[in-house]
């Protein structure tokens, strides 16, 4: 799974998913123009499909390519990164049996699964576009530890410091 051969330079990564979206953008025939979803329905690898987002909330430089379901623009279907989509499913499991219980994000590739956890499942899936709310992608330094069940992340919490500007555009404190 990704978060267990994730491996390498967050930034040549993202090199890689640039320039895997520049190629999509020219129709490139270098590239595969169907990902298919758990469940065997095909999505066509279109880019007005595939959007780049901020991975940390205090770097807007550091982005993921997303795959989106051309019927609902803001379901996350995949994760492009090592030179593949992967599935949000298969984005939070590992095949790692250490990897059980509440665990601190440590490595890059856990930085993934906690963007993923926070952003896409907790954030856009379990979201309506009715909803006020939404869920901030963590910052790069933020403590946080992730709960692995059964080869999988199914939770996770961040530590806030007291008095931390949690949404600035609405000026929220969250206190401790």
């Known amino acids: ?14 090199v890689d998913a ?18 298919s979803i758990p469940g065997g329905e095909k999505v066509k690898l279109e880019d007005s499909c595939v959007c780049f987002v901020p991975l940390y909330r205090n770097n807007p430089t550091c982005k993921m390519l ?19 989509w992967w599935p949000v499913e298969d984005v939070v499991k590992t095949a790692d049996p250490s990897r059980d219980g509440l665990i601190s ?8 699964v906690l963007f993923v956890l926070n952003c896409i499942i907790f954030g856009m899936l379990e979201g309506s576009a009715a909803d006020d709310a939404f869920f901030l992608p ?13 080869g999988e992340a199914v939770a ?21």
Not at 18 to 35: A, P, R
Not at 105 to 112: D, M, S
Not at 138 to 150: D, M, Q
Request: hydrophobic share 40%.
């Open 156 to 176: 996770f919490y961040s530590v806030k410091m007291k008095g931390k500007v949690i949404l600035e555009t609405h000026f929220h404190w969250f206190l401790i």
């Open 105 to 112: 994000v440590q490595t890059f590739g856990e930085r993934i």
């Open 18 to 35: 640039e320039t895997y979206y520049e190629k999509l953008l020219k129709k490139s025939s270098s590239i595969q123009d169907v990902f």
């Open 138 to 150: 963590h910052s790069a330094t933020e403590c946080a530890k992730i709960l692995w069940r059964n």
């Open 66 to 84: 997303l795959l989106t379901d051309p019927k609902d623009k803001e379901t996350v279907l995949a994760v492009y990164l090592n030179r593949c």
């Open 1 to 14: 799974y990704l978060v267990d051969t994730l491996a390498g330079d967050p930034e040549v990564l993202q």
